[in-house]
């Protein structure tokens, strides 16, 4: 077995404004969103289509499912589970419903909004 070396990147002070962030960051997440968005790869697959959305880019399942890193049958569940909270919904328009295109819901962008605005503000 071997022993990590201790960090000495940052002093405790600095450790300790990180762990009070991480706390923060903590609270705002579940001020704004249900346990179930940061269970298993709910919560990659969000990010994924929050910046995409950011960016004006379309997102098919195929490429929500790879945000998540997780198996494509693991990932369809857990985006299931985003529909079902209101969260993320499939886009129309596709015939083909393999090459469905997902995106978030005014739901699911406000609570990511206002989320971030509280850990901005503190």
Known sequence: M????PSVSAS???RLMQAKECGRRQDAKDQYFPPVI????AWPLFLGLYSAKLEAREMSVDAVCACSKVVKSTALRWID????????HRLDGNVDMRRANLDLTAKG???M???LDTIETG
Do not use: C, H, W
């Not at 589970?81 to 993320?88: E, M, P, R």
């Open 109 to 111: 962008i406000n609570a």
């Open 81 to 88: 589970v985003l529909i079902d909270a209101g969260f993320v």
């Open 38 to 41: 940061f269970s298993g790869a």
């Open 2 to 5: 071997t022993m990590e070396k």
């Open 113 to 115: 909004d206002r989320m």
């Open 12 to 14: 405790p002070q600095v």
